[in-house]
């Protein structure tokens, strides 16, 4: 596969995946002093949201193969690795908090006495996601925008010969 599509790839689903979890950061300020009944009728917002799961495959799988054809272009791998470790990351805040509360509450149909602390750090997991999301998308747009590869020899020599140069006048005998 081509680089500049790995790079559209890898840009596209780290943008889908700021979609998701910028949802949850931007709701947060709005449900985290809800009541109880009222959080679990907001959190049956998200049934099918499991399928986000296949945008988050697509980001990882997308930059690490990006992470490797770019392996030997110091300028554009490391951009890239910052990118999946974002990504990579969101997972760990994924299967950490998210998951373990989703469990607890049965996908948030029943609530535990714990349940204030679960919602805690499942909104929070979510909101640190999406930074980490934002912070994937800056530094894969970071990679795009760099040049595909290192200038060589020939392209320092043509962009000297592009540079304009100092005319000078000569006086000239008659």
Not at 52 to 63: F, L, Q
Not at 71 to 86: D, M, N
Not at 91 to 97: D, I, K, P
């Amino acid at each position: 596969m081509n680089v500049g599509w790995l790079r559209i790839l890898s840009v596209l689903f780290a943008a889908l995946a700021l979609a998701f979890s910028g949802a949850h950061l931007l709701e947060l300020p709005h449900k985290i002093g809800l009541s109880a009944s009222d959080y679990l009728t907001v959190q049956q917002l998200y049934r099918g949201w499991q399928f986000a799961g296949i945008v988050v495959i697509g980001a990882i799988i997308s930059t690490a193969w990006l992470a490797y054809a770019v392996r030997h272009e110091r300028r554009v791998f490391v951009p890239t690795i910052i990118a999946l470790l974002c990504i990579l990351g969101t997972q760990v805040l994924f299967w950490t908090f998210n998951f373990p509360a989703n469990r607890a509450t049965d996908n948030w149909t029943t609530l535990p006495a714990d349940w204030e602390t679960l919602r805690q750090r499942w909104e929070f997991a979510h909101a640190a996601s999406a930074l980490l999301n934002l912070g994937a998308l800056i530094a894969l747009l970071e990679a795009l925008l760099r040049p595909a590869r290192e200038s060589t020899s020939s392209d320092t020599a043509s962009a000297r010969a592009m540079k304009p140069r100092r005319l000078e006048l000569q006086e000239v005998e008659r």
